[in-house]
Protein backbone atom coordinates (compact mmCIF):
# COMPACT_ATOMS: atom_id res chain seq x y z
CA UNK A 1 0.00 0.00 0.00
CA UNK A 2 2.81 2.29 0.77
CA UNK A 3 4.93 1.37 -2.31
CA UNK A 4 1.56 2.00 -4.33
CA UNK A 5 0.72 5.42 -2.84
CA UNK A 6 4.77 6.37 -3.34
CA UNK A 7 4.25 5.52 -7.07
CA UNK A 8 1.07 7.74 -7.67
CA UNK A 9 2.58 10.41 -5.46
CA UNK A 10 6.24 10.70 -7.75
CA UNK A 11 3.96 10.38 -11.06
CA UNK A 12 1.63 13.25 -10.30
CA UNK A 13 3.96 15.23 -7.93
CA UNK A 14 6.92 14.69 -11.44
CA UNK A 15 4.01 16.09 -13.69
CA UNK A 16 3.16 18.79 -11.43
CA UNK A 17 6.49 20.12 -11.09
CA UNK A 18 7.44 19.77 -15.30
CA UNK A 19 4.36 22.40 -15.36
CA UNK A 20 5.73 24.71 -12.66
CA UNK A 21 9.24 24.26 -14.37
CA UNK A 22 8.48 25.04 -18.06
CA UNK A 23 5.91 27.62 -16.79
CA UNK A 24 9.16 29.15 -14.98
CA UNK A 25 11.32 28.90 -18.09
CA UNK A 26 8.54 30.49 -19.85
CA UNK A 27 8.56 33.46 -17.73
CA UNK A 28 12.01 33.80 -17.47
CA UNK A 29 12.39 33.31 -21.16
CA UNK A 30 10.02 35.72 -22.07
CA UNK A 31 12.04 38.58 -20.27
CA UNK A 32 15.84 37.52 -21.81
CA UNK A 33 13.57 37.21 -25.01
CA UNK A 34 13.07 41.14 -24.73
CA UNK A 35 16.21 41.88 -23.42
CA UNK A 36 18.08 39.83 -26.15
CA UNK A 37 15.86 41.62 -28.38
CA UNK A 38 16.80 45.18 -27.08
CA UNK A 39 20.62 44.24 -27.63
CA UNK A 40 20.46 42.97 -31.25
CA UNK A 41 18.45 46.04 -32.20
CA UNK A 42 21.44 48.07 -30.89
CA UNK A 43 24.22 45.91 -32.15
CA UNK A 44 25.29 48.78 -34.17
CA UNK A 45 26.12 50.48 -31.01
CA UNK A 46 28.18 47.74 -29.26
CA UNK A 47 30.71 45.98 -30.47
CA UNK A 48 30.64 42.08 -31.42
CA UNK A 49 32.35 41.03 -27.90
CA UNK A 50 30.26 43.57 -25.54
CA UNK A 51 27.27 42.33 -27.70
CA UNK A 52 28.18 38.41 -26.49
CA UNK A 53 29.12 39.70 -23.01
CA UNK A 54 25.94 41.53 -22.75
CA UNK A 55 23.66 39.13 -23.74
CA UNK A 56 26.12 36.12 -21.55
CA UNK A 57 25.26 38.60 -18.28
CA UNK A 58 21.72 38.65 -18.99
CA UNK A 59 21.45 34.87 -19.38
CA UNK A 60 23.44 34.51 -16.17
CA UNK A 61 21.56 36.98 -14.12
CA UNK A 62 18.50 35.03 -14.97
CA UNK A 63 20.34 31.80 -14.26
CA UNK A 64 19.61 29.98 -18.53
CA UNK A 65 21.76 28.96 -20.64
CA UNK A 66 20.73 31.02 -23.71
CA UNK A 67 21.08 29.52 -27.77
CA UNK A 68 20.80 31.42 -30.41
CA UNK A 69 20.58 30.35 -33.92
CA UNK A 70 19.14 31.17 -37.42
CA UNK A 71 16.33 29.31 -38.94
CA UNK A 72 18.07 26.88 -40.02
CA UNK A 73 19.55 25.96 -36.44
CA UNK A 74 23.46 27.39 -37.09
CA UNK A 75 24.64 28.93 -33.77
CA UNK A 76 25.11 32.55 -34.77
CA UNK A 77 28.74 33.72 -34.60
CA UNK A 78 29.45 35.84 -31.85
CA UNK A 79 25.77 34.97 -30.26
CA UNK A 80 27.03 31.71 -28.48
CA UNK A 81 26.83 31.79 -24.38
CA UNK A 82 26.55 28.07 -24.12
CA UNK A 83 30.16 26.59 -24.34
CA UNK A 84 31.38 24.49 -27.14
CA UNK A 85 28.30 25.39 -30.01
CA UNK A 86 30.12 28.08 -32.15
CA UNK A 87 29.63 27.82 -35.29
CA UNK A 88 28.19 24.36 -34.60
CA UNK A 89 24.40 23.45 -34.74
CA UNK A 90 21.38 23.13 -32.32
CA UNK A 91 19.30 20.45 -34.42
CA UNK A 92 16.06 23.02 -33.99
CA UNK A 93 14.29 24.91 -37.02
CA UNK A 94 11.52 26.95 -38.25
CA UNK A 95 9.50 24.05 -39.25
CA UNK A 96 9.60 22.63 -35.95
CA UNK A 97 8.20 26.05 -34.22
CA UNK A 98 5.77 26.02 -37.06
CA UNK A 99 4.03 22.95 -36.23
CA UNK A 100 4.84 22.25 -32.45
CA UNK A 101 5.16 25.86 -30.72
CA UNK A 102 1.88 26.55 -28.47
CA UNK A 103 -0.02 29.91 -28.04
CA UNK A 104 2.81 31.65 -26.31
CA UNK A 105 5.12 30.77 -29.31
CA UNK A 106 6.85 28.55 -27.27
CA UNK A 107 7.93 25.28 -28.39
CA UNK A 108 9.22 21.77 -25.86
CA UNK A 109 12.28 19.66 -26.91
CA UNK A 110 15.76 19.07 -25.58
CA UNK A 111 18.54 20.07 -27.11
CA UNK A 112 22.16 18.74 -26.54
CA UNK A 113 24.33 21.46 -23.95
CA UNK A 114 27.55 20.39 -22.62
CA UNK A 115 27.64 16.65 -23.23
CA UNK A 116 23.58 16.29 -21.92
CA UNK A 117 20.40 16.08 -23.40
CA UNK A 118 18.39 18.69 -21.42
CA UNK A 119 14.77 19.78 -21.78
CA UNK A 120 14.52 22.73 -23.35
CA UNK A 121 12.15 25.98 -24.64
CA UNK A 122 12.97 27.35 -27.89
CA UNK A 123 10.87 30.01 -29.57
CA UNK A 124 11.42 32.70 -32.73
CA UNK A 125 12.84 36.46 -32.03
CA UNK A 126 11.99 39.31 -34.37
CA UNK A 127 14.97 39.95 -36.19
CA UNK A 128 17.85 42.43 -36.11
CA UNK A 129 17.77 44.95 -38.53
CA UNK A 130 21.69 45.41 -38.38
CA UNK A 131 22.66 42.17 -37.80
CA UNK A 132 20.45 39.57 -39.90
CA UNK A 133 21.73 37.11 -42.39
CA UNK A 134 18.73 37.74 -44.51
CA UNK A 135 17.11 35.36 -42.50
CA UNK A 136 13.37 35.46 -41.55
CA UNK A 137 14.00 35.50 -37.63
CA UNK A 138 16.71 34.25 -35.36
CA UNK A 139 15.30 31.06 -32.87
CA UNK A 140 16.59 31.39 -28.80
CA UNK A 141 16.63 28.13 -26.64
CA UNK A 142 16.74 28.86 -23.22
CA UNK A 143 17.48 26.03 -20.56
CA UNK A 144 17.96 25.89 -17.06
CA UNK A 145 21.72 26.71 -15.63
CA UNK A 146 24.01 23.97 -14.09
CA UNK A 147 23.18 24.69 -10.74
CA UNK A 148 19.82 23.85 -10.98
CA UNK A 149 18.54 20.48 -12.91
CA UNK A 150 14.95 20.68 -15.06
CA UNK A 151 12.58 18.99 -12.78
CA UNK A 152 12.97 19.56 -9.14
CA UNK A 153 11.56 15.77 -8.60
CA UNK A 154 14.84 14.67 -7.61
CA UNK A 155 15.21 17.12 -4.96
CA UNK A 156 12.13 15.63 -3.05
CA UNK A 157 13.04 11.23 -3.98
CA UNK A 158 15.61 10.87 -1.10
CA UNK A 159 13.42 12.70 1.23
CA UNK A 160 9.90 11.05 0.31
CA UNK A 161 12.02 7.59 0.17
CA UNK A 162 13.17 8.19 4.10
CA UNK A 163 9.41 9.45 4.58
CA UNK A 164 7.77 6.45 3.21
CA UNK A 165 10.35 3.64 4.83
CA UNK A 166 9.46 5.63 8.13
CA UNK A 167 5.95 5.35 7.33
CA UNK A 168 6.21 1.95 6.84
CA UNK A 169 7.76 1.20 9.49
CA UNK A 170 5.24 2.79 11.58
CA UNK A 171 2.46 0.48 9.94
CA UNK A 172 4.24 -2.70 10.89
CA UNK A 173 4.70 -1.53 14.40
CA UNK A 174 0.93 -0.53 14.77
CA UNK A 175 0.24 -3.80 12.91
CA UNK A 176 1.68 -6.08 14.95
CA UNK A 177 0.27 -4.05 18.36
CA UNK A 178 -3.00 -4.44 17.43
CA UNK A 179 -2.67 -7.90 15.91
CA UNK A 180 -0.93 -8.82 19.69
CA UNK A 181 -3.86 -6.80 21.36
CA UNK A 182 -6.62 -9.17 19.08
CA UNK A 183 -4.64 -12.53 19.40
CA UNK A 184 -4.33 -12.79 23.14
CA UNK A 185 -8.35 -12.31 23.64
CA UNK A 186 -8.54 -14.57 20.71
CA UNK A 187 -6.35 -17.75 21.91
CA UNK A 188 -7.71 -17.62 25.30
CA UNK A 189 -11.29 -17.65 23.69
CA UNK A 190 -10.00 -20.76 21.78
CA UNK A 191 -8.27 -22.50 24.88
CA UNK A 192 -11.58 -22.28 26.46
CA UNK A 193 -13.24 -23.78 23.63
CA UNK A 194 -11.10 -26.67 23.05
CA UNK A 195 -11.86 -27.24 26.47
CA UNK A 196 -15.56 -26.63 26.92
CA UNK A 197 -16.86 -30.40 26.55
CA UNK A 198 -18.86 -33.29 28.77
CA UNK A 199 -17.76 -32.70 32.53
CA UNK A 200 -16.59 -29.08 31.65
CA UNK A 201 -20.01 -27.40 30.87
CA UNK A 202 -18.87 -24.75 33.67
CA UNK A 203 -16.14 -23.02 31.14
CA UNK A 204 -16.50 -19.79 29.75
CA UNK A 205 -14.53 -17.04 27.93
CA UNK A 206 -13.37 -14.00 29.82
CA UNK A 207 -15.27 -10.72 27.49
CA UNK A 208 -12.12 -8.95 27.32
CA UNK A 209 -10.35 -7.53 23.88
CA UNK A 210 -11.69 -5.32 20.84
CA UNK A 211 -14.96 -4.93 20.41
CA UNK A 212 -15.49 -8.27 18.13
CA UNK A 213 -13.81 -10.60 20.48
CA UNK A 214 -15.83 -9.48 23.30
CA UNK A 215 -18.83 -9.91 21.44
CA UNK A 216 -17.86 -13.60 20.18
CA UNK A 217 -17.03 -14.69 23.47
CA UNK A 218 -20.51 -13.21 24.99
CA UNK A 219 -22.11 -15.27 22.09
CA UNK A 220 -19.94 -18.30 23.04
CA UNK A 221 -21.01 -17.67 26.43
CA UNK A 222 -24.40 -17.58 25.60
CA UNK A 223 -24.44 -21.16 23.80
CA UNK A 224 -22.54 -21.98 27.12
CA UNK A 225 -25.37 -21.33 29.34
CA UNK A 226 -27.78 -22.86 27.09
CA UNK A 227 -25.96 -25.75 26.41
CA UNK A 228 -25.37 -26.65 30.36
CA UNK A 229 -28.88 -25.59 30.95
CA UNK A 230 -30.18 -28.77 28.25
CA UNK A 231 -27.58 -30.68 29.69
CA UNK A 232 -29.02 -30.46 33.23
CA UNK A 233 -32.08 -30.51 31.74
CA UNK A 234 -31.76 -34.14 30.00
CA UNK A 235 -30.14 -35.22 33.23
CA UNK A 236 -32.84 -34.39 35.27
CA UNK A 237 -35.45 -35.94 32.30
CA UNK A 238 -33.47 -39.36 32.66
CA UNK A 239 -33.51 -39.44 36.18
CA UNK A 240 -37.36 -38.20 36.50
CA UNK A 241 -38.25 -41.22 33.80
CA UNK A 242 -35.65 -43.93 35.52
CA UNK A 243 -37.59 -42.86 38.87
CA UNK A 244 -41.20 -43.15 37.68
CA UNK A 245 -40.88 -46.45 35.47
CA UNK A 246 -39.31 -47.96 38.76
CA UNK A 247 -42.83 -47.88 40.91
CA UNK A 248 -45.10 -49.71 38.37
CA UNK A 249 -41.82 -51.75 37.31
CA UNK A 250 -41.23 -52.94 40.88
CA UNK A 251 -44.76 -53.75 41.62
CA UNK A 252 -45.54 -55.84 38.18
CA UNK A 253 -42.17 -57.38 39.04
CA UNK A 254 -43.39 -58.33 42.74
CA UNK A 255 -46.60 -59.68 41.78
CA UNK A 256 -45.32 -61.52 38.42
CA UNK A 257 -42.72 -63.24 40.95
CA UNK A 258 -45.38 -64.24 43.48
CA UNK A 259 -47.37 -66.00 40.92
CA UNK A 260 -44.14 -67.75 39.30
CA UNK A 261 -43.21 -69.05 42.41
CA UNK A 262 -46.68 -70.51 43.56
CA UNK A 263 -46.91 -67.72 46.54
CA UNK A 264 -50.40 -66.80 44.94
CA UNK A 265 -52.64 -69.98 44.79
CA UNK A 266 -56.19 -68.17 45.20
CA UNK A 267 -57.78 -67.84 42.56
CA UNK A 268 -59.39 -64.48 43.60
CA UNK A 269 -55.56 -63.03 44.49
CA UNK A 270 -54.46 -64.60 41.43
CA UNK A 271 -56.87 -62.77 39.26
CA UNK A 272 -56.44 -59.48 41.86
CA UNK A 273 -52.42 -59.57 40.70
CA UNK A 274 -52.87 -60.38 37.10
CA UNK A 275 -55.05 -57.02 37.60
CA UNK A 276 -52.42 -55.22 38.90
CA UNK A 277 -49.75 -56.19 36.41
CA UNK A 278 -52.44 -54.74 33.86
CA UNK A 279 -52.99 -51.56 35.23
CA UNK A 280 -49.69 -50.68 35.86
CA UNK A 281 -48.41 -52.07 32.49
CA UNK A 282 -51.17 -49.50 31.30
CA UNK A 283 -49.76 -46.39 33.22
CA UNK A 284 -46.28 -47.54 31.89
CA UNK A 285 -47.67 -47.20 28.42
CA UNK A 286 -48.97 -43.90 28.61
CA UNK A 287 -46.17 -42.34 30.45
CA UNK A 288 -44.26 -43.59 26.94
CA UNK A 289 -46.82 -42.46 24.85
CA UNK A 290 -47.02 -38.71 26.39
CA UNK A 291 -43.10 -39.00 26.15
CA UNK A 292 -42.62 -39.66 22.85
CA UNK A 293 -45.79 -37.14 22.43
CA UNK A 294 -43.64 -34.68 24.48
CA UNK A 295 -40.60 -35.34 22.40
CA UNK A 296 -42.10 -34.57 19.07
CA UNK A 297 -44.18 -31.60 20.19
CA UNK A 298 -40.51 -29.57 21.45
CA UNK A 299 -38.76 -30.99 18.72
CA UNK A 300 -41.41 -29.10 16.44
CA UNK A 301 -41.95 -32.51 14.81
CA UNK A 302 -45.77 -32.54 15.30
CA UNK A 303 -47.47 -30.80 12.71
CA UNK A 304 -50.84 -29.15 13.60
CA UNK A 305 -53.56 -29.85 11.53
CA UNK A 306 -55.39 -25.95 11.60
CA UNK A 307 -58.76 -25.33 11.21
CA UNK A 308 -61.57 -22.72 11.95
CA UNK A 309 -62.69 -23.88 15.25
CA UNK A 310 -66.08 -24.19 16.46
CA UNK A 311 -66.46 -23.29 19.99
CA UNK A 312 -69.70 -24.80 20.21
CA UNK A 313 -69.20 -28.08 18.93
CA UNK A 314 -65.87 -27.84 21.07
CA UNK A 315 -67.51 -26.87 24.34
CA UNK A 316 -70.36 -29.87 23.88
CA UNK A 317 -67.79 -32.17 23.54
CA UNK A 318 -66.48 -31.17 27.31
CA UNK A 319 -69.67 -31.37 28.42
CA UNK A 320 -70.33 -35.04 27.20
CA UNK A 321 -66.94 -35.84 28.36
CA UNK A 322 -67.00 -34.58 32.29
CA UNK A 323 -70.63 -33.68 32.92
CA UNK A 324 -71.69 -36.86 34.13
CA UNK A 325 -68.62 -37.41 36.48
CA UNK A 326 -69.15 -33.85 37.79
CA UNK A 327 -72.29 -34.35 39.01
CA UNK A 328 -70.98 -37.79 40.77
CA UNK A 329 -68.92 -36.04 42.59
CA UNK A 330 -71.13 -33.02 43.33
CA UNK A 331 -69.20 -30.29 41.40
CA UNK A 332 -70.88 -27.72 39.33
CA UNK A 333 -69.63 -28.03 36.06
CA UNK A 334 -70.21 -24.32 33.67
CA UNK A 335 -69.33 -24.02 30.24
CA UNK A 336 -69.11 -20.19 28.79
CA UNK A 337 -68.82 -18.65 25.80
CA UNK A 338 -68.70 -15.19 25.48
CA UNK A 339 -70.74 -13.53 22.15
CA UNK A 340 -67.93 -11.68 20.69
CA UNK A 341 -65.70 -14.56 21.01
CA UNK A 342 -63.35 -14.55 17.89
CA UNK A 343 -62.89 -17.73 15.18
CA UNK A 344 -59.80 -19.05 15.21
CA UNK A 345 -57.46 -21.24 13.42
CA UNK A 346 -56.15 -24.55 15.63
CA UNK A 347 -55.73 -28.00 15.53
CA UNK A 348 -59.25 -29.23 16.99
CA UNK A 349 -57.61 -32.43 18.44
CA UNK A 350 -54.87 -30.91 20.13
CA UNK A 351 -57.10 -28.60 21.71
CA UNK A 352 -59.11 -30.67 23.02
CA UNK A 353 -56.43 -32.59 24.52
CA UNK A 354 -55.07 -29.57 25.82
CA UNK A 355 -58.47 -28.79 27.81
CA UNK A 356 -58.97 -32.10 28.97
CA UNK A 357 -56.09 -32.23 30.86
CA UNK A 358 -56.92 -28.80 32.48
CA UNK A 359 -60.78 -30.15 33.30
CA UNK A 360 -58.96 -33.39 34.40
CA UNK A 361 -56.67 -31.85 36.70
CA UNK A 362 -59.39 -29.65 37.91
CA UNK A 363 -61.49 -32.34 38.60
CA UNK A 364 -59.30 -34.15 40.53
CA UNK A 365 -58.09 -31.71 43.01
CA UNK A 366 -61.70 -29.90 43.51
CA UNK A 367 -63.66 -31.30 46.43
CA UNK A 368 -66.56 -29.48 46.15
CA UNK A 369 -67.66 -26.04 44.49
CA UNK A 370 -67.29 -25.63 40.72
CA UNK A 371 -64.98 -26.04 37.79
CA UNK A 372 -65.97 -22.91 35.13
CA UNK A 373 -64.60 -23.11 31.04
CA UNK A 374 -64.58 -20.67 29.67
CA UNK A 375 -64.12 -18.48 26.57
CA UNK A 376 -63.66 -14.95 25.10
CA UNK A 377 -62.29 -12.44 23.30
CA UNK A 378 -58.64 -11.46 25.14
CA UNK A 379 -55.97 -9.11 22.84
CA UNK A 380 -56.84 -9.65 19.56
CA UNK A 381 -57.13 -13.59 19.95
CA UNK A 382 -59.70 -16.11 21.63
CA UNK A 383 -58.63 -16.80 25.86
CA UNK A 384 -59.80 -20.31 27.06
CA UNK A 385 -59.73 -20.69 31.19
CA UNK A 386 -60.35 -23.23 33.51
CA UNK A 387 -61.05 -21.93 36.35
CA UNK A 388 -61.74 -24.44 39.77
CA UNK A 389 -62.45 -23.76 43.29
CA UNK A 390 -59.90 -26.37 44.79
CA UNK A 391 -57.32 -26.87 47.38
CA UNK A 392 -54.80 -24.29 45.39
CA UNK A 393 -50.99 -24.40 44.21
CA UNK A 394 -48.45 -22.31 46.76
CA UNK A 395 -47.15 -19.62 45.45
CA UNK A 396 -43.77 -20.77 45.22
CA UNK A 397 -44.82 -23.91 43.42
CA UNK A 398 -46.55 -22.17 40.07
CA UNK A 399 -43.36 -21.44 38.46
CA UNK A 400 -42.43 -25.12 38.16
CA UNK A 401 -46.38 -26.25 37.35
CA UNK A 402 -45.94 -26.75 33.61
CA UNK A 403 -42.60 -28.92 33.98
CA UNK A 404 -42.80 -32.81 33.36
CA UNK A 405 -42.99 -34.70 36.13
CA UNK A 406 -43.92 -32.18 38.92
CA UNK A 407 -46.30 -32.38 41.11
CA UNK A 408 -46.95 -30.34 44.07
CA UNK A 409 -46.28 -32.58 47.31
CA UNK A 410 -50.17 -31.85 48.55
CA UNK A 411 -51.38 -33.51 45.31
CA UNK A 412 -51.46 -37.63 44.65
CA UNK A 413 -53.42 -39.44 41.76
CA UNK A 414 -52.45 -41.71 39.27
CA UNK A 415 -51.30 -39.06 36.67
CA UNK A 416 -46.82 -38.22 36.06
CA UNK A 417 -47.08 -34.93 35.93
CA UNK A 418 -47.13 -34.67 32.44
CA UNK A 419 -50.46 -33.05 31.10
CA UNK A 420 -49.10 -29.84 31.65
CA UNK A 421 -45.96 -29.81 30.34
CA UNK A 422 -47.36 -31.11 27.19
CA UNK A 423 -50.47 -28.82 27.51
CA UNK A 424 -47.70 -25.86 27.23
CA UNK A 425 -45.95 -27.18 24.09
CA UNK A 426 -49.01 -27.64 22.38
CA UNK A 427 -49.93 -24.11 22.88
CA UNK A 428 -46.57 -22.85 22.05
CA UNK A 429 -47.07 -24.82 18.75
CA UNK A 430 -50.25 -22.69 17.78
CA UNK A 431 -48.05 -19.33 18.41
CA UNK A 432 -49.59 -18.42 21.98
CA UNK A 433 -49.45 -18.72 25.82
CA UNK A 434 -50.52 -20.55 28.68
CA UNK A 435 -50.43 -19.49 32.29
CA UNK A 436 -51.37 -19.68 36.22
CA UNK A 437 -53.08 -18.19 38.74
CA UNK A 438 -53.61 -19.65 42.40
CA UNK A 439 -54.57 -19.27 45.93
CA UNK A 440 -54.27 -22.01 48.72
CA UNK A 441 -57.30 -22.97 49.54
CA UNK A 442 -59.41 -20.92 47.00
CA UNK A 443 -58.51 -22.42 43.80
CA UNK A 444 -56.88 -22.26 40.29
CA UNK A 445 -57.48 -20.83 36.95
CA UNK A 446 -55.85 -21.82 33.88
CA UNK A 447 -55.52 -19.36 31.16
CA UNK A 448 -54.91 -20.29 27.26
CA UNK A 449 -54.28 -17.65 24.90
CA UNK A 450 -54.39 -18.55 20.96
CA UNK A 451 -54.16 -16.01 18.40
CA UNK A 452 -56.50 -15.28 15.85
Known sequence: MVTVSAVVFFSLFGGYRDDIDRSELRTAGNALSVEIVRILRRAADYGRAEIVTLIREQAEHAGLIVILTDGEGRVIQGFEPARGLKDGRADIGYADIANHADATGWFDTKLHIGGDWRPSLVRVLTPPTSTSRGASGVLMAVTFGDDRSFGSLDELVGRLIVSALAG?????????????????????????????GPDRYDMRAAETGPTQVRELASAFNA??????????????????????????????????????????????????????????????????????????????????????????????????????????????????????????????????????????????????????VSARREDDGLQLSVRDTGEGIAPEDLARLFDRFWQPESRTGPGAGLGLAISREIVRAHGGRIAADSELGVGTTIIVWLPE
Not at 171 to 186: E, K
Not at 253 to 279: C, M, Q, W
Open 223 to 372: MADRVSDNERAMRGFIADVSHELRTPLTSIRGFVEALRDGTVTDPERRASSLEVIHVETQRMLRMIEQLLDLSRLEAGQSRLQRSPIDLDELFGYLESMFAARAREQGIDLRLEISPTVPTVDADYDRLVQVLNNLVENALGHTREGSIT
Open 168 to 196: LAAAVLIAMLLSRQLMRPLEALTGVVRRF
